[in-house]
């Protein structure tokens, strides 16, 4: 089975959404991300929206903080039909197993409990960045795979990381639970504001269960054909 291209619907408003998503291919056969951009600006009835129409849904909220709160909100976010949905690791594992309660109450009986995935280090975070702002006495590689650690012992299903780390990640964690891996940049683009990147193909090789891009989609001058050269490289 191919594995999936995540696209991050990083758009903040509804001809953009319909522009790109006439271009992705049949909805059932897509994954897409929705983030802060998209859900700020359209709320909780374009997930549904979405995900009637048969879309898989990657809704990136990224919470982090008290294990209440978050338990209350991963609650919301599980009535909405969504496949996968993100908290940050560094907010602990008291917090990581609060919004996994929070999906496992929330989610309607006839429909499957989202996957949790743990965002560990942002890819936009580099070594310098780790040590001197963070101020993190780890290399980044074993920060990663602490966090990873602490979010499968609480119950998340998976972490966000950079593919660079996949490797080292299966051999500590092992192969039952995700690894989603964002900074993704085809050799002809440009990093952005992304640190730790790799080709789709670096990213299959390290073994990345699924991408997520968005820039490179999103902004080339024909986005159905970055979409499918991109998919065709990963799988
Ligand atoms: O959680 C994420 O999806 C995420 C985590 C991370 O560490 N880095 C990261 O880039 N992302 C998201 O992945 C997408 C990457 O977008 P591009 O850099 O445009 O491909 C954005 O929507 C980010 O919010």
């Known amino acids: 089975m191919e594995k999936p291209v995540i696209v991050a619907l990083d758009v903040d408003n509804d001809q953009q959404l319909d522009r790109i998503l006439s271009q992705l291919g049949e909805p059932e056969e897509t994954t897409i991300k929705i983030g802060m951009e998209l859900f700020y600006h359209s709320g909780a009835q374009l997930i549904k929206k979405l995900a009637d129409q048969g879309y898989d849904i990657f809704l990136d ?4 903080d008290i294990p209440n ?8 976010v599980a009535r909405l039909g969504i ?31 989202p996957k949790l995935l743990a965002v560990t280090e942002l890819t936009s975070i580099s070594d310098d960045i780790l040590k001197h702002e963070q101020n993190c006495i780890l ?6 795979i602490s966090l990873a650690k602490t979010a ?4 998340a299903d998976g972490v966000i990381c950079s593919p660079l780390e996949v490797q080292n990640l299966r051999k500590e964690i092992g192969d039952d639970f995700l690894y989603v891996t964002p900074g993704i940049r085809p050799k002809e683009n440009s990093n952005d504001d992304q640190k730790r990147t790799a ?17 490179p989609i999103m902004l080339a001058s024909n986005p159905q054909q970055a979409y499918q050269a991109i998919k065709k490289e990963f799988n």
């Open 139 to 144: 290399p980044m590689a074993e920060q990663v």
């Open 61 to 64: 909220l990224k919470m982090h």
């Open 152 to 155: 499968k012992n609480s119950g």
């Open 199 to 215: 080709t789709p193909q670096m990213a299959k090789e390290f073994g990345s269960s699924a991408i997520v891009v968005g820039r």
């Open 69 to 76: 709160t978050v338990y209350n909100g991963t609650k919301q």
């Open 83 to 113: 496949k996968y949905t993100t908290v940050h690791a560094l907010g602990g594992s008291e917090m990581i197993h609060a919004a996994k309660q929070g999906l496992i109450a929330g989610t309607p009986n006839d429909k499957s409990v």
